[in-house]
């Protein structure tokens, strides 16, 4: 019986992958073609797709125009957001890295799906523009139907994949399109005209994505976040066409619809997540075996660097650590309780900032899984504290070493990979984490399946932590001993190194520095730090479930910190603090916090840009002229900046 | 120039920073309403001034870190955590979610006054100033819409404000998203302790309610309405106005057998108090000799059910019984259209009037929502529109949050109906003053209340809470929801 | 005595592109040897070979006898062969005496809780290492640029500074990938003289690429010339100047012929 019903789903599910297969294609041609000309790899794909849907939706949907003027409108506003995104900030960034690109488009991400999300509501809960009736035609020689819509998408898919790689290939446009591409300064000495190329790339790349997010929400959930998530699909689609290859990325794309879709014939637990699953394991081979020459990367005209200061001023560093610390210690004393509660949960998040400090402060390496690292030491403290009432402490101690352990399992894959795409393997981590490792039905002894673990506060050296301001101090604790480590890190010889690493890990390593080895200190090191937060969080909600730790969280606490300062040790409490405190604050103005996340999207998006090395070295100069600096210790110390230039090693090795 | 705005910029930065760090300095320094935590069952003595004792931690024991009642010390309230506004229509001054008790309005008198035997307001326990606030927990962001069952509780508050509030008190309505996570559910709990409300009125949580119900007990919250989940038949704090979701799977399986379902494709939702629901309904169904052919279990978030639609298929199933939440069913259904899978359709909660055009939308006249089958355990809304109580109701909504009528369905009733209790209960405290415990006392005295016939009575009497056992059916023809029998009762 | 390194039919493609070709040569101790050639003839290649940046490299690569494949660059680091880098590799961020310093720390993590900790061993540690770095750049003349970050001195310096980070190595073997570039002639005669103390003072043995002409035949005991990553030209510099396929391979036939 089992037998034979598995291979009559067959038919059936192939149909399913393909049609998800050619939503995974039409997600990723705008993408590619984005990447291809530009250089920058588009974060915010999905979000335009997503909003222009939206749009659709508001025109066709809620206004009731016919379907096709819906498409319109959409394809109108994603061209635009297009235009607006490159012209606007993308272009001033030129001769920077592409990293920093990319944390642009991570916060036009956060613009869009908070902007959809405050004008058409947060929820899955909107009829899609159906341009195509979901009806369908038995294939024949089977009992499946296929449906016209999804032969729709598919068909689009291969119609604007091949028709973009020949306009690439035969049209004279799509030479100088290739050739901007290759390399914008040669191709603006033969008189190109780069920015109107550029600019029709992203405007062209992003009109499909809004075709593509009208075509693909009847067959997804429509809510600001889903057709964010479709685009990490597009992007193993994408990587398996190397990201330039449109054909491949469309094969790609299949593979990745049937592979995802197979499984599903034989697990009874019909859930989305396990699905996903594939998708990010098939993002990581993808990105692991990618021939690392044949990528194009950029190779960047300037040097993006922030210079670290030789000596800070003792003396005022002191009065300031001192009169925070004290302020630290004294005002939370009068608040009421759940503000305390909320002070000691900034002071956890700002050990997650903490922990970003490490890896992308010192060692450059950008990580979007933050949270799935604070969830280790979360659920660890969850399910044995919880589960198997263990006293807290050894728990916590556990969730610390398991959460470095699997710092440095991701560092592995992540030391062939620079920075671009080592984001993307964190996106994959994080997502996995997610879809699969919390999901119920996976490892629910540790997961807590669909129930959520419930945890005690526990008692330190004697006294309960059970009162506000008594887990706020062990807290505040905690926080200072991290940083006052952190901060020694950074000032001593494996600063030194990490920073030598980042700054040219080719020269690190002809100098004798195991940089592997090194990158993996980092990323446990950061990765312990997460999850030393995570472990510390459960006690103080007094609960653990998969919702506190996702990947929306990674990404924000990530641009949270790049406001902030990823360089400056002291960045820490400030990240906390505004992440924690930010929507405490708007909930005493008009302002919904709903916003929130997009005011800290459209602050990174302007702190990017507006970053110009000569201004922060300039407030430095100035603080130095100020306050002369003092006595030098060994190796430098830097005094705490505010606004910071993310830089990565962007350069491959030039032959010959 | 570009050295200029970056500048100017960041300094607005500095002072961003520094603008968080002085309103929480704001915070502590104007008296905002109780924050107070009480342990469970605790009476509150009334102040005398305004000043409260400082209250520590809102997660576990509670205790007071100042050890007295006479420090001077005031505490802040807040908002904030998930996102919270409080509204109650047209009756409330400002948009920031608490009162402070230095204010006077109406003539009420201040939290300052004492007065023996007559009504005096107690600020820890989310009366003060003539202003009754409750809380409220709702999914309103993710794949479930709850803000409907939020802004249903709104408007009968609304309602009552707007004919002078009850016994003298406006009523309002502190709501917290719980995001469709337990973690988010708990902080709300958590939230709402803290801003002291008199009890949890209306609350819509799939991921919460479970987990929240036996530690809002815990903490001596009165909890009124609910989905249905089995924690909240257990707890004599609670005061569900539905019959039990266990009660309802029973129900739905006893109708399984009545139309002779064959062969069913059974679905249930991934939910932490699914379990007993679906033994119930199994079990119902065995008594008739129908076993399922295949049994699955959905994510909220599950978009396409085109798998098992061609499962259900594959293994033979004559006919589809589910029990998902109203957003999913339009997802299975096109699925079904799609394949032209069109069987009997059982299920619980299909009667959301938008979520029916959804389900009914470029289906022509094939719409698997058409024939289907579903109970509901009050007066079915769209069939019994003149049936006064009912008229209220969706007047009541209509009038105050129009955006919100097309999304009314079974579960808003209930809603509604907590609200209603809630009031009455209120009302039967008179003059005496109010708190928790004279609260969950008047609700104990509860007896037979039908609200004209909305529901079956409600009795509640001390100790755990079951009223109700009794649903209706309802058919839909052509798009339209018919009740098909009176009380089926469980 | 054996060379110090040898180099035995290294062939090296790139995506079709046959970067080197069958190239062998000897490097003796105490030499300078100039390896030179037009652009694109394979001379980055051969460093990036001899110290493990690029793997796969088809032939032998020995040191001191030993072959050197499959060792990582930080091993053959260890082994006291040190480089600098045609673009500057400098750590800009770092001040000039912290490149120094970087060589001098510890090959593998080490210390790493130390540094967390910040006890006083590692403190003092430090301050050992600090006097030998600062002895390089006052031998370097940069003593006055110690807490200059890197990336703010100019190309002359950040030359010697690179230098000065390959000699913090303590090499046997030194590696320079075109020392000279983006120096006038006044520079250029400067550094011919720093690398010939170089070489007396710290025993070093120096393989050195460049362009500039004058430099090479200044300093180099041997010169070996590449062109499309072959050897087609050995010898000392009087010989490599006279010999007419060197002539051919910079500036082509009509020019020779002419």
Redesign the interface.
């Known amino acids: 019986m089992l037998a034979s019903v598995q291979w009559g789903l067959l038919p059936g599910f192939t149909v399913i992958g393909i049609a998800l297969g050619g939503i995974y294609a039409l997600a990723a041609i705008g993408l590619v073609l984005i990447y291809r000309v530009s250089g920058v790899l588009n974060f915010a794909q999905g979000a335009v797709s997503m909003f222009s849907a939206f749009v659709a939706y508001q025109v066709s949907i809620v206004m009731g125009a016919p379907a096709l003027v819906g498409l319109l409108a959409a394809i109108g506003t994603g061209g635009a957001l297009g235009y607006i995104i490159e012209r606007f900030t993308i272009r001033p960034l030129a001769g920077r890295s592409a990293l920093n690109k990319m944390v642009v488009t991570i916060g036009w991400l956060l613009v869009l799906q908070t902007a959809a999300g405050l004008i058409w509501k947060d929820t899955a809960y909107h009829a899609a523009v159906r341009l195509v009736r979901p009806s369908g035609f038995t294939f024949p020689g089977t009992s499946v139907v296929v449906g016209w819509d999804q032969l729709t998408t598919v068909v689009v898919a291969l119609g604007l994949a091949f028709g973009t790689a020949a306009v690439l290939r035969w049209t004279t446009f799509g030479t100088s399109m290739r050739a901007v591409a290759d390399d914008p300064d040669a191709a603006r000495l033969w008189g190109i005209n780069v920015n109107r190329v550029m600019a029709v790339s992203w405007i062209a790349g992003s009109a499909m994505g809004a075709i593509a997010g009208v075509l693909i929400t009847p067959s997804i959930n429509f809510d600001p976040i889903s057709l964010t998530i479709v685009v990490i699909d597009a992007f193993t689609a994408a990587l398996i066409g190397r990201l330039t290859s449109l054909p491949w990325t469309v094969v790609g794309a299949f593979f990745l619809g049937l592979a995802e879709t197979y499984p599903r014939i034989f697990s009874s637990n019909a859930g989305a997540g396990h699905a996903v699953t594939f998708a990010l394991v098939l993002l990581t081979l993808a990105i692991l075996f990618r021939p690392g020459a044949r990528l194009r990367q950029r190779i960047t005209a300037g040097r993006d660097y922030m210079p670290v200061p030789a000596t800070g001023n003792a003396p005022l560093r002191r009065l300031v650590v001192g009169t925070a610390l004290g302020l630290g210690i004294l005002v939370p004393l009068l608040l009421s309780g759940y503000y305390q509660y909320l002070a000691a949960d900034a002071l956890i998040v700002g050990l997650i900032v903490l922990s970003l400090v490490v890896l992308t402060g010192l060692v450059g390496q950008i990580s979007f899984c933050q949270y799935s690292f604070a969830a280790i030491g979360a659920f660890t403290v969850g399910s044995l504290v919880g589960g198997h009432h263990w006293n807290f402490w050894p728990a916590l101690a556990l969730g610390v070493v398991a959460s470095i352990g699997v710092g440095v399992l991701v560092g592995i894959p992540a030391l062939r990979l620079s920075g671009l795409f080592l984001g993307i393997l964190t996106i994959a981590v994080a997502l996995f984490f997610d879809n699969f490792l919390l999901a119920p039905g996976t490892w629910d002894s540790f997961s807590g399946g669909i129930s959520s673990w419930t945890v005690g506060r526990p008692s330190f050296l004697g006294v309960s932590l059970n009162g506000g301001y008594a887990f706020y101090l062990f807290a505040l604790g905690v926080f200072g001993v991290a940083v006052l480590a952190v901060w020694n890190l950074s000032r001593s010889k494996t600063g030194r190194v990490l920073r030598a690493i980042r700054n040219s890990e080719i020269a690190a390593a002809t100098s004798g520095v195991n940089v592997t080895a090194w990158k993996l200190v980092a990323f446990g090191i950061s990765a312990g730090l997460a999850g030393l937060a995570g472990g510390l969080l459960a006690p103080l909600i007094g609960s653990v479930s998969a919702g506190a730790y996702s990947f929306q969280q990674s990404l924000t606490v990530v641009a949270i910190a790049i406001v902030v300062g990823v360089r400056s040790v002291a960045a820490a409490a400030v990240g906390g603090i505004f992440l924690i405190f930010g929507p405490e604050l708007l909930t005493h103005t008009p302002v919904s916090t709903l916003w929130f996340p997009l005011i800290v999207g459209a602050i990174l998006i302007v702190q990017v840009i507006l970053t110009p090395q000569g201004v922060v070295v300039d407030w430095q100069e100035r603080l130095r002229k100020r306050f002369p600096p003092g006595p030098r210790f060994p190796g430098g110390s830097e005094a705490p900046t505010r606004v910071l230039e993310i830089e990565l090693p962007e350069r491959e090795v030039v032959n010959v | 120039m570009r050295e200029r705005v970056a500048i100017v910029f960041m300094t607005l930065n500095v002072v961003a920073t520094l603008a968080i760090g002085g309103a929480i300095a704001y915070e502590f320094a104007h008296p905002g309403h109780a924050t107070a935590t009480q342990s469970a069952g605790a009476t509150v003595q009334t102040t005398p001034a305004t000043s409260q004792p400082t209250a520590g931690g809102v997660a576990g024991q509670v205790h007071s870190s100042s050890g007295g009642t006479s420090a001077p010390v005031v505490t802040a309230g807040g908002g904030g955590g998930g996102s919270s506004q409080t509204s109650s229509g047209s009756s409330k001054p400002a948009s920031t979610g608490k009162t402070s008790s230095g204010k006077t309005s109406s003539g009420k008198t201040s939290s300052g006054k004492t007065s023996s035997g007559a009504r005096t307001s107690d600020p820890q326990q989310g009366v003060s100033n003539g202003v009754i606030t409750v809380g409220g927990i709702f999914d309103e962001t993710g794949p479930v819409d709850a803000t409907v069952e939020r802004d249903t509780v709104r408007s009968y508050f609304d309602l009552v404000n707007a004919q002078g509030g009850v016994n003298g008190y406006k009523l309002q309505l502190i709501d917290c998203d719980s995001k469709y996570d337990p973690s988010a559910a708990h902080q709300c709990a958590q939230k709402l302790i803290s801003e002291g409300v008199l009890a949890i009125v209306g609350w819509l949580s799939l991921s919460g309610e479970q987990t929240e119900t036996p530690y809002l007990t815990g903490q001596g919250v009165p909890i009124i309405g609910g989905l249905g989940v089995p924690a909240e038949y257990a707890s004599p704090l609670s005061f569900p106005t539905t019959p039990s979701l266990v009660t309802e799977g029973t129900a739905l399986g006893t109708r399984a057998c009545e139309l002779k379902l064959k062969s069913p494709g059974v679905i249930f939702l991934n939910a932490n108090f699914i379990a007993p629901v679906e033994q119930s309904f199994l079990n119902a169904m065995k008594k008739c000799g129908i076993s399922p052919v295949d049994v699955e279990t959905v994510d909220a978030t599950k978009a396409d059910y085109t798998d098992v639609v061609l499962k259900f298929q594959a293994d033979g199933a004559q006919s589809v019984a589910a029990f998902v939440d109203p957003f999913s069913y339009a997802r299975l259904f096109q699925a079904m259209e799609r394949q032209n899978f069109h069987p009997p359709v059982l299920g619980g909660g299909l009667d959301k009037a938008s979520a029916n055009a959804q389900y009914a939308s470029g289906c022509g006249s094939t719409c698997a929502v058409f024939g289907a089958d579903s109970a509901t355990p009050v007066l079915e809304y769209l069939d019994h529109s003149s049936t006064p109580a009912v008229a209220q109701y969706l007047a009541a909504v209509h009038k105050f949050y129009p955006g919100q009528y097309g999304a009314l369905d079974t579960y808003t009733t209930y809603q509604w109906l907590a609200a209603e209790v809630f009031v009455k209960a209120i009302e039967d405290i008179g003059n005496g003053p109010v708190n928790r415990q004279t609260l969950v006392t008047a609700l104990d005295g509860i007896k037979a209340y039908s609200d004209g016939g909305l529901t079956q009575p409600i009795t509640y009497g001390s100790g755990n809470h079951d009223p109700l056992h009794c649903l209706q059916w309802i058919h839909n023809y052509n798009g339209r929801w018919k009740t098909t029998s009176g009380w089926n009762c469980f | 005595m054996a060379p110090l390194l040898e180099a035995d039919k290294v062939s090296m493609s790139?995506?079709g592109v046959k970067?080197l070709s069958d190239v062998s040569f000897d490097l003796h101790r105490g030499e300078i040897l100039g390896l030179i050639g037009p652009n694109?003839?394979?001379k980055?290649?051969m460093f990036?070979c001899i110290?493990?940046?690029?793997p796969g490299y088809k032939g032998h690569i020995r040191y001191d006898g030993e072959d050197l494949r499959n060792l990582?660059?930080?091993h053959?680091?260890?082994l006291k062969?040190?480089?600098t880098?045609?673009?500057l590799?400098?750590?800009?961020?770092?001040?000039a005496?912290?490149?120094l310093?970087?060589?001098l720390?510890?090959?593998?993590?080490r210390?790493?809780i130390g540094?967390?900790?910040?006890l006083p061993m590692?403190?003092f540690d430090?301050?050992k290492t600090?006097d030998k770095a600062r002895s390089i750049l006052h031998f370097l003349d940069l003593g006055d640029h110690a807490?200059t970050?890197a990336?703010?001195l100019p190309v002359g310096l950040q030359r010697r500074l690179e230098i000065g980070?390959a000699l913090?190595?303590e090499p046997r073997l030194l590696l320079l990938d075109e020392p000279g570039a983006g120096l006038d002639a006044r520079e250029t005669a400067e550094l011919a003289r720093l690398l010939a103390t170089v070489r007396e003072r710290f025993k070093v043995t120096m393989l050195v690429v460049d362009h500039d002409m004058a430099l090479i035949m200044r300093i180099c005991n041997r010169i070996y010339v590449l062109d499309y990553g072959q050897m087609i030209a050995e010898g000392t510099p009087a010989e490599i100047r006279d010999d007419p396929t060197v002539a051919r391979a910079y500036l082509g036939d009509a020019a020779v012929a002419a």
């Open positions: 790139f995506g970067a694109g003839a394979g980055t290649t990036n110290t493990g940046v690029v990582k660059p930080h053959r680091a260890r062969i040190a480089r880098f045609q673009n590799e400098l750590f800009d961020e770092l001040s005496l912290d490149n310093l970087l060589p720390d510890a090959f593998a993590p210390g790493v540094d967390l900790l910040r590692t403190v430090e301050r600090q807490d970050p990336g703010d980070r913090a190595l």
